[in-house]
Structure formats: C-alpha cells, structure tokens
Nanobody, 129 residues
Framework: QVQVVESGGGLVQAGGSLRLSCTASGRTFSTYSGGWFRQAPGKEREFVAA??????????TYGDSVKGRLTISRDNAKNTVYLQMNSLKPEDTAVYYCAASRLPLRAPSVSDSRAYDYWGQGTQVTVSS
C-alpha cells in the first residue's frame, strides 16, 4: 500500500502565497497521477490540480477556479508533489487533500476523485480577507 501525507497549510491573507507538499511512502511507482482536491465544510470535494507521470513525460491539469494562480510540480527523487498557491482568495479556504493514482490518468478521469486510489488526511488552508 501507499501512504500519502500533506503539509504546508496555514493562515494567509488574501493575495498571499502558500506551498503545499504531498509525500508518498511505501510502495511507490514510476508512472502515476498525483492530484490535489479541496473541500470546504458542507461542500462537495473539488478538483484543484493534478500531474500525470508516464514513461515518456508528464502533464498537468488545473481546475477552472484556480487556473493561472496555482502550479503543481513534483520531485520524483523525494516522492513528493507540490502545489504552489499564489494570489490566494478567501474562497480558496478549505481542507486540501492529496491523492494518488497508480494508473496514469488522462482527461476527464484526472479530475475525478473516484479515479484515485490513495488519499492523505488533508491540510487546512485559511485565507483571510
């Protein structure tokens, strides 16, 4: 099995930045998808960003609500996926979850939470106005 742990959340003013980290341990893979989702209390889980690694390269996908403000990247040597968040807005406030898929995902599955196999426990991001 794979264990996934998020870190880097916190309190930030609107317009500020945060970088979230997602590190996997246990059985890891050279081809996969790593995704970020978020969920506010009483709301549905929302797709944020994902990165898919294949034998020939990588690709990234972003949700419409964060496109242009957030950047997903990875460090394969550290089994870590990062989410750099800039120009944060109060509506970005949520618990952010990292997810991993053993299968490299393509659209539209890459933005579907049901396609992911492993999930972290979440890290809180709060953006004040």
């Amino acid at each position: 099995q794979v264990q996934v742990v998020e870190s880097g959340g916190g309190l930030v003013q609107a317009g500020g930045s945060l970088r979230l980290s997602c590190t996997a341990s246990g059985r890891t893979f050279s081809t996969y998808s790593g995704g970020w989702f978020r969920q506010a209390p009483g709301k549905e889980r929302e797709f944020v960003a994902a990165i898919t690694i294949t034998l020939s390269g990588s690709s990234t996908t972003y949700g419409d609500s964060v496109k242009g403000r957030l950047t997903i990247s990875r460090d394969n040597a550290k089994n870590t996926v990062y989410l750099q968040m800039n120009s944060l807005k109060p509506e970005d406030t949520a618990v952010y979850y990292c997810a991993a898929s053993r299968l490299p995902l393509r659209a539209p599955s890459v933005s579907d939470s049901r396609a992911y196999d492993y999930w972290g426990q979440g890290t809180q991001v709060t953006v004040s106005s």
